[in-house]
């Protein structure tokens, strides 16, 4: 129990917070693993892992003890001086893949900031005088100005303009138009392997080979977007490492601190050399709590028996949501999975439904249920999870 109700909560919450959010009305007080209890004592299966962020579990013992440890002997000194957990995890992740260079940062968002500075500087440099960034429509990278504009639907708002001219959207695997928006004055193509806000819809094997081609013709820079992605999310530590391709810069965020705020901007040797001093900066990024926690998930993450586990569990996850009435697809990879529903069903009814039941899902667009298991989910919470949403597809039927 809490020692404020919900019905509070909700009222304060409407007082002294920006209406920018809509929040189930739900309470949670305490997580372990999978689950998550309410201010009621109420206990939920957790398949949202707070949106890809929990992905070793809510409150592993490592990442706890790890931030234990860190934040009782210091916490904070700024980018003017050094830490080891700083350095140590630079070092992590630029062995991850990339080699190079890293940028650490707060969230994901900065984190895409850092590769649209580098691919901006990086154009300049071959003569570029006015560098444009191509994505695909509907890709999600964040909401600050560069990562915004980045981000079609979401910077087709006018009431937040004018945007940041330099970026432009091309549909979503259309390799023609995709090699037609790419020239001469292309920076990059920003893009995710997996778009996750949208409703979890993949790059297809061939798009992917047509950007990496282009940008090499062009010398523009191959950026990829790996902040849901990645973690281990796909079965891989990076979505990249089960594709042909590979990325001149990689951003990652959400699950790498566990539940701490931490994000990285992963480059290879020729990108990490673009920033130079005073081009970018932040205060808290690389922090050392922060940078410890990531070290801990990241001993987590990349065990290739975890990995292995989630591409299985992610097959019978898909296989026992495969064999539900009402399911018409299931889109994804590993345990990050898009649940089409049929069309005359409504995923947000299902999804709020679901919640009533214990399942916490969530609901990208009006067709979708999105799934996102912590990797440590086990065997007997995926057949209650199937169990969970086949009788909610059951009831919705009835009615
Ligand atoms: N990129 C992708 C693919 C995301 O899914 C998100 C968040 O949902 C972001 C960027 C933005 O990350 P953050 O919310 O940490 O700024």
Redesign the pocket.
């Known amino acids: 129990m809490s020692a404020t109700g919900l019905e509070e909560l909700q009222a304060l919450e409407q007082r002294y917070l920006m209406q920018t959010y809509r929040r189930a009305p739900v309470e949670f007080v305490r997580g372990e693993g999978t689950l998550l209890w309410d201010s009621e004592g109420k206990e939920y299966l957790d398949f949202l892992a707070g949106?890809?962020v929990c992905t070793v579990g809510h409150c592993h013992p490592a990442v706890v003890e790890a931030v234990r440890e860190q934040v009782g002997r210091l916490m904070h000194v700024s980018n003017l001086f050094y830490t080891e957990p700083m350095v140590r995890l630079a070092e992590r992740l630029c062995g991850s893949g990339l080699g190079g260079r890293v940028f650490l940062t707060?969230?994901?968002?900065?984190?895409?900031e850092c590769a649209i500075k580098i691919a901006r500087k990086h154009a300049h440099a071959r003569g570029v005088e006015n560098p444009e960034i191509v994505s695909f429509e509907r890709?999600?990278?964040?909401?600050?100005y560069g990562?915004l504009a980045a981000?079609p639907k979401m910077a087709e708002n006018e009431a937040l303009g004018p945007m940041l001219p330099g970026f432009r959207a091309v549909p979503l695997n259309d390799v023609g138009a995709l090699r037609d928006a790419v020239d001469e004055s292309t920076a990059a193509v920003l893009i995710?392997p997996i778009?996750?806000?949208s409703g979890i819809y993949p790059v297809s094997e061939e798009a992917l080979l047509a950007a990496r081609q282009a940008c090499d013709e062009v010398g523009a820079l191959l950026i990829l977007?790996?902040?849901?992605?990645g973690m281990g999310r796909t079965g891989s530590l990076w979505a990249y490492e089960q594709t042909a391709v590979r990325p001149d810069l990689l951003?990652s965020?959400?699950a790498l601190g566990g539940g701490l705020?931490v994000?990285a901007c992963l480059a290879t040797a020729e990108a990490g050399e673009v920033l130079e001093p005073g081009d970018h900066g932040s205060t808290f990024a690389g922090g050392a709590v922060a940078s410890a926690a990531a070290l801990a998930v990241l001993d987590l993450v990349e065990d290739p028996e975890l990995l292995r586990g989630v591409r299985e569990k992610g097959a019978v996850l898909r296989e026992g949501l495969l064999a539900l009435d009402g399911v018409a697809e299931v889109r994804g990879r590993g345990l990050m999975l898009g649940v089409g529903l049929a069309p005359e069903l409504d995923a947000a009814a299902l999804g709020e439904d679901l919640l009533r039941r214990g399942l916490i899902v969530n609901v990208p667009e009006p067709s979708t249920l999105r799934l996102l298991p912590p990797l440590t989910v086990d065997s007997a919470q995926i057949e209650r999870a199937v169990g969970l949403i086949g009788a909610s597809l059951l009831s919705y039927a009835g009615r």
């Open positions: 949106i890809s707060n969230s994901g968002t900065e984190a895409n890709d999600f990278h964040g909401r600050t990562a981000t995710e778009q996750g806000e977007d790996e902040i849901q992605t951003t965020a959400k705020p994000g």
